[in-house]
């Protein structure tokens, strides 16, 4: 299947058949696909749980707002955190970075508030979201991006020291027949590409 018929038809599955599993071998290649996301001067500033327990689950289930069915009934449910601080980022990937991204960050960044530099952490963490996502569709593993979740609560239920803080979760697994956000049951609506797109 070409790329562009994977994001034709991949979709946000609103309902998961939990007779379904992903299995082992499949997970083993969505971590190795985590591991492998690109980031912005190879800066990679976070952390991912793949949760497979269903008690923890369901833990997380009753914290994440319109979600709690679809993380449930989800094979696995995988959280997406961020490091905190900038004072944690250095110390945990600058430290031992090459010398270009320390470079880099040292003239561009570094010189930035906390609250610049870690919103610019954030959005490496959905750089490797995409990346998930595609990852899944080519694997025909469906999937449910949610930032419908409860941060602190999902950090205490995970057991987090602060050193990273959730930002989202996305639930994987098989959809139900009968869900009727999948494009055999309501079409896909995009915006026209000349209201998107310019060429110069």
Sequence with gaps: MSFLEIAKSRYT???YDPTKKVSEDKVEQLKEILQLSPSSINSQPWKFTIVTSSEVKDLLATKSAFNEQKIKEA???VVFHVISTKEGFEQL???DAAEGSKMYYNNFLKPRSEEEVTAWLKNQVYISL????AACGSMGIDATPMEGIDNLEFDKILNQDGTYKSTFAVAIGYRDTEDTNQPSHTPKTRAEQKA???IR
């Design 13 to 15: 599955t609103k309902k």
């Design 75 to 77: 094979s696995h449910l």
């Design 130 to 133: 995409g990346f998930f996502l």
């Design 196 to 198: 998107i797109i310019e």
């Design 93 to 95: 990937r600058m430290a």
